[in-house]
């Protein structure tokens, strides 16, 4: 089949072999007269497949996308031309449960402000002094495949689990030690919230002053699914209120561009979309991809 690679820094080299080894033709740029050609494309991130662009490839027949999530392709265009779509789910969640709780033991611990005091020459500060994660309760705002292995890691913390899943029933997660409970419920009960779902119509914009207002005034906040998830003025509005004690971003609405507001949060923890920002990660989720597309045909 002929192959569109649409993001070709971003697909890993090895994706890429193996597509051509399995008799795959790959092209890299496009011409006019191409497109009408192309029965397959691979993107992975930054690339917006919406209706328009969608219509320029006549013949597609299939999608590969590196990771799991398919919020960047025009769902409804794509059901009803019947194109497949190929992903590498489960892929990044190594990747991401290990950031997770990196970032929950930076920030818990203070770690950042206490170095910043270091650098401009000045002692710890008790008014800062850190806390632990024993005995804390960490709400999961869904609980696939990254919430399941954060879980696995965090144990030896002994850490108390709640989990908020409308897709899987609390036997399920009572067998990977996570109480099922509203969302109500995790919102007033977890000392740290951290989101792992996808973005849907449904979840779109789901945390938002009325959400915050419901948390414990030192819970720690933790988003790197998405962006739009969240709703930007209102986490500004919430930790500069002191609503809510503590978060960390990893994901924006549009990026690489991101609300500049969020700059001058003072605990507010901003990182460029890197939780699964590893070499691990980076050939998994294009491999898998390509794998999984290859035993597809």
Not at 47 to 60: A, I, P
């Amino acid at each position: 089949m002929l192959i569109y690679v649409a993001e070709k820094n971003e697909i890993h080299p090895s994706a890429i072999k193996l597509l051509k080894d399995n008799g795959h033709r790959l092209l890299f740029s496009l011409k006019n007269e191409n497109y009408k050609n192309i029965e397959v494309i691979f993107i992975r991130t930054y690339t917006k497949l919406d209706k328009k662009l969608l219509n320029s490839f006549v013949n597609l027949k299939y999608i590969l996308r590196a990771g799991a999530g398919i919020d960047n392709i025009d769902i409804q265009e794509v059901q009803r031309r019947n194109i497949k779509i190929i992903t590498s789910p489960g892929s990044n969640a190594n990747s991401v449960a290990e950031f997770v709780v990196g970032i929950m033991i930076f920030l818990i611990k203070n770690i950042n402000e206490q170095s910043a005091r270091l650098h401009k020459g000045e002692w710890r500060d008790k008014s800062l002094m850190g806390d632990d994660l024993n005995g804390k309760v960490l709400g999961l705002v869904g609980c696939g495949a990254v919430g399941k292995l954060l879980v696995k890691k965090l144990h030896g913390f002994e850490v108390n689990f709640l989990g908020y899943d409308p897709y899987l029933d609390d036997v399920t997660l009572k067998d990977f030690g996570i109480e099922k409970v509203s969302l109500q419920n995790l919102l007033k009960k977890s000392d740290i919230i951290s989101l792992h779902l996808p973005l849907t119509p449904e979840t779109a914009n789901m945390f938002a002053l009325k959400e915050f207002k419901k948390m414990k005034k030192n819970v720690i906040f933790i988003n790197t699914s998405r962006g739009k998830l969240v709703n930007d003025k209102d986490l500004i509005y919430a930790l500069n209120k002191k609503i809510i004690a503590k978060a960390a971003v990893d994901v924006f609405e549009s990026e690489p561009i991101i609300n500049k507001k969020f700059l001058s949060v003072k605990n507010l923890f901003l990182t460029p979309h890197i939780a699964a920002f590893t070499t691990n990660s980076n050939l998994e989720m294009s491999l898998r991809a390509a794998q999984n597309f290859i035993s597809s045909l």
